[in-house]
C-alpha cells in the first residue's frame, strides 16, 4: 500500500485560516499529523507608528467575534503606559464588560459549536450534526442557548453602547458611566442566563458519563497550565497574578504579567506562522502549558462564587482532585466558567459603586514607556505588550493570543486524535470530524481579520505519497 | 426600523478591501439621505423608508432574529479569486454549512439557523465584490473600487424596486 499524505490546506492564500496535515503510512496508520496555522501576525507591524491611546480601537478589529477582550488588555497597558490607574468604577465596569464576554463567547461555543457533537454525536449525519440538528433534537434548549449569547452581548452593549468593537476603555479609565435603569436592564437577565448555564453543565455531565470510553483516549495527554488568579489562588478573569502549575498542579511561577518575557519564550516551527510558547525553565515542548477553560481551572485552586464553586468540586474530582488532562473536559470547564461570570456579573451590578461618576483618572504618576495589558480572554489568557517612544508613539508590539498559547496543544491534540480515529485507505467524514472537534475543544480564534467569501477555515486534502490528492474535504 | 429591506454589509474597513461591504453600505446610507461616522459602527439607521442598514465584521447567531423581521435582505461582502464573476449577484437559500470555529458562520447558515427557530426569513441576496488587496488600511484598491461603483449601482435599482 502506497504512503498516503492527507493534507488540509487553505484554498486561498489570504491569511487568517487553517490547515491540518495528516502523514499516512503503508500500513494505513497515521504517522504524524500537524495543525498549521496560516495566521499573519499583521496587527503587530501595523501598529507602529500609531499612537497607544489608540489601541483600544485598533485591536479589537483583530476579531469581530471576541474582541472586547483585546479592548480591554489594550487599555490596561494603556492604564500603565500613561501612570493613571482607573477609579474603582471604573475597573467593575471593565471587569462587567469582559463577564458579558464571556458569557457570550463560551455560550455560544458550547451550545452552537460544540454541542451538536456532543448532543448528536460525531457519527451523525453531517446534515443533522449542527445547531439546526440540535433544533430539531431540543427546539426549547436551542433557544436559550441564542438567548444566552444575546445576554452576554447585552451587557456589553448596555455599559459600553456597542455590542461589537466598543468604544469605552480608555486609557486611565472609561469614558461612560452605568445609569440605574441600564443596571436594573442587566440583573433582570441574570436568573434565566444561570438556570440555561445549569442545564448545559447537567447535559455535559450526562454526557460524560455516557462516553467516557471516547474521553479517556480523544486526545489525552499532560502539560502545564496557566492562568491569572486571585492573591488566593482563586479564578480570576480580568486582573490579577499569572499562575503557571505543572502536570500535577504544583505551582512553577506565580508572576506579574509585567514579567512575563522572562518566563515565556515562543519557539517556531517551520509548518505554522503561530508562534509556539513555552515555560523558558522547562524548554520546549516539554514547557508547553495550556490556558483557557481546563488550563484556568487545573490553575486555580477554587473558584470565589458558591455555584461555579460547587460544580468545581465536582468537576476536580473527574481525575481524583489531581489537575483534568482530557480535553474534551475543556467543555466542561467553559460551562463552569460561564456560570462564574454570571455570578460575577451580579456581584459587579449589586455593588452600588458600579453606578458611580468618577469613571476616569485624569492625573498621571509615574508613566513607562513599557507596558504588559493581560485578561483571560474566553479563550486563554492574552498579554498586549507596547513599548513606546516618550511621546506616546508605538515602537514596537507584541501579542501572546489565547489561541497561541494552545498552540502546541492543539497541534498535539490533533495528532493523538488521528492516530486513534483516522484508518486508511477510506478515510471516513466521521474521523475527520473527530480531528475537527479536537480543534473546536480549545475553541481558536485564528486571525478572523479578514472573511471575504472564498476563504476556508479548514480544507482537508489527501495526497498519496507521490502528491496526488486522493480526498478532498472542505468547510465552507 | 420601519423598513421591509435590511442591507448588512460584512467584512473588516480595516483591511482594505475585505472592508468593501463598508463603503458600498456607506454610500447607499448617503444616497438615502444619511450621513455616517468614518469610524464603522453597527447599524446605520437610515431615515427613509426604503432600507435599514448594518456594517458587522462577522456574521453571528443571533443575526437570524434581526433578519427575521424583514421581508428583503441582502449581504454584501468581498469575495476572492476563488469566485469566477467580479461582481457576484447571488440568491440565497437556507442552508447550514457547518464550520469547524465559532468564528466562521456563512449568510446561508445564518438563514437556515432562524428559519428554523422563527419559521421566516427574507428573501435573501448576496452581492459581493471582488477583493485584490487585503492590507491593513482604510482605502480600497482602484479596482474593487471601480467595482464598488458598479455594484453600488445595481443595489440602488434593487432597493428602489420592490
Known amino acids: ?212 470510553e471516547d474521553i479517556e483516549k480523544f486526545a489525552v495527554f499532560h502539560t502545564g497550565y496557566m492562568g491569572l488568579v486571585t492573591p488566593k489562588n482563586g479564578l480570576e478573569l480580568y486582573d490579577g497574578n499569572v499562575r503557571l502549575v505543572d502536570r500535577d498542579g504544583k505551582q512553577l511561577e506565580c508572576f506579574d504579567a509585567q514579567d512575563y518575557l522572562d518566563i515565556i519564550a515562543e519557539h517556531v516551527e517551520n509548518w505554522s506562522y503561530l508562534k509556539f510558547p513555552y515555560y523558558k525553565k522547562m524548554g520546549y515542548p516539554e514547557g508547553s502549558y495550556r490556558v483557557g477553560p481546563l488550563g484556568r481551572l487545573n490553575a486555580v485552586d477554587h473558584i470565589d462564587t458558591p455555584l461555579a464553586q460547587a460544580e468545581f468540586e465536582l468537576y476536580r474530582q473527574l481525575d481524583g482532585g489531581q489537575p483534568v488532562f482530557q480535553t474534551l473536559y475543556y467543555h466542561y470547564a467553559r460551562l463552569i466558567e460561564t456560570l462564574f461570570a454570571i455570578e460575577r456579573a451580579r456581584e459587579l451590578l449589586d455593588d452600588p459603586d458600579i453606578l458611580g461618576n468618577d469613571i476616569l483618572n485624569t492625573h498621571h504618576k509615574d508613566p513607562k514607556q513599557v507596558a504588559v495589558g493581560v485578561i483571560e480572554a474566553p479563550r486563554g489568557t492574552l498579554f498586549h505588550q507596547y513599548w513606546t517612544k516618550p511621546n506616546g508613539q508605538l515602537e514596537k508590539v507584541n501579542l501572546i493570543v489565547s489561541t497561541g498559547h494552545n498552540n502546541w496543544a492543539m497541534s498535539e491534540a490533533v495528532d493523538s486524535v488521528a492516530k486513534t480515529y483516522v484508518k486508511g485507505p477510506d478515510v471516513q467524514e466521521g474521523m475527520l470530524n473527530r480531528v475537527e472537534a479536537a480543534i473546536r475543544a480549545y475553541d481558536p480564534c485564528l486571525s478572523c481579520s479578514t472573511h471575504a467569501i472564498g476563504q476556508m477555515p479548514i480544507t482537508i486534502d489527501v495526497f498519496d505519497a507521490q502528491g496526488e490528492v486522493t480526498q478532498h474535504l472542505q468547510r465552507d | 426600523m420601519q423598513a421591509d429591506t435590511l442591507i448588512i454589509g460584512i467584512g473588516n474597513a480595516d483591511r482594505q478591501d475585505d472592508g468593501v461591504g463598508w463603503h458600498i453600505v456607506k454610500i447607499l446610507a448617503e444616497k438615502l439621505g444619511k450621513t455616517v461616522p468614518e469610524d464603522p459602527g453597527e447599524i446605520v439607521e437610515v431615515e427613509t423608508n426604503l432600507a435599514d442598514m448594518m456594517f458587522i465584521q462577522q456574521i453571528y447567531p443571533e443575526l437570524a432574529e434581526t433578519l427575521s423581521h424583514y421581508r428583503r435582505a441582502c449581504f454584501v461582502d468581498a469575495h476572492t479569486a476563488d469566485v469566477a464573476e467580479e461582481i457576484s449577484w447571488l440568491t440565497l437559500n437556507p442552508e447550514y454549512e457547518k464550520s469547524p470555529l465559532t468564528h466562521h458562520m456563512s449568510p446561508r447558515t445564518v438563514l437556515s439557523i432562524g428559519a428554523t427557530i422563527y419559521d421566516h426569513m427574507p428573501e435573501t441576496i448576496l452581492v459581493s465584490v471582488r477583493g485584490y488587496h487585503f492590507q491593513f488600511e482604510r482605502a480600497l484598491s482602484p479596482q474593487t473600487e471601480t467595482l464598488a461603483e458598479k455594484a453600488i449601482n445595481r443595489l440602488w435599482d434593487w432597493i428602489n424596486h420592490k
Open chain 1, 1 to 212: 500500500m502506497v504512503s498516503e499524505k492527507i493534507t488540509i490546506e487553505p484554498v486561498t492564500r489570504i491569511e487568517g485560516h487553517a490547515k491540518v496535515t495528516i502523514h499516512m503510512n503503508d500500513a494505513g496508520s497515521v504517522d504524524h499529523a500537524y495543525f498549521h496555522v496560516n495566521e499573519f501576525r499583521g496587527f503587530e507591524k501595523f501598529c507602529e507608528g500609531r499612537m497607544f491611546f489608540e489601541m483600544p480601537q485598533i485591536t479589537p478589529r483583530i476579531c469581530g467575534i471576541c474582541p472586547v477582550s483585546h479592548h480591554l488588555a489594550s487599555a490596561k497597558a494603556g492604564d500603565i503606559l500613561m501612570g493613571a490607574k482607573p477609579p474603582h468604577t471604573a475597573t467593575l465596569l471593565r471587569e462587567l464588560m469582559h463577564m458579558g464576554q464571556i458569557i457570550q463567547s463560551h455560550g455560544m461555543h458550547f451550545f452552537e459549536l460544540a454541542g451538536p457533537d456532543l448532543i448528536l454525536g460525531f457519527d451523525a449525519d453531517p446534515a443533522i450534526r449542527n445547531v439546526v440538528g440540535l433544533i430539531g433534537a431540543d427546539p426549547a434548549l436551542t433557544i436559550r442557548a441564542v438567548e444566552l449569547r444575546k445576554f452576554g452581548q447585552d451587557i456589553i452593549y448596555q455599559v459600553g453602547g456597542r455590542r461589537i468593537h466598543p468604544n469605552f476603555a480608555v486609557p486611565g479609565g472609561v469614558n461612560r458611566a452605568l445609569t440605574e435603569e441600564k443596571r436594573d436592564h442587566m440583573r433582570a437577565g441574570l436568573d434565566q442566563a444561570i438556570e440555561t448555564t445549569q442545564i448545559g453543565i447537567q447535559l455535559i455531565k450526562d454526557w460524560a458519563s455516557a462516553n467516557i
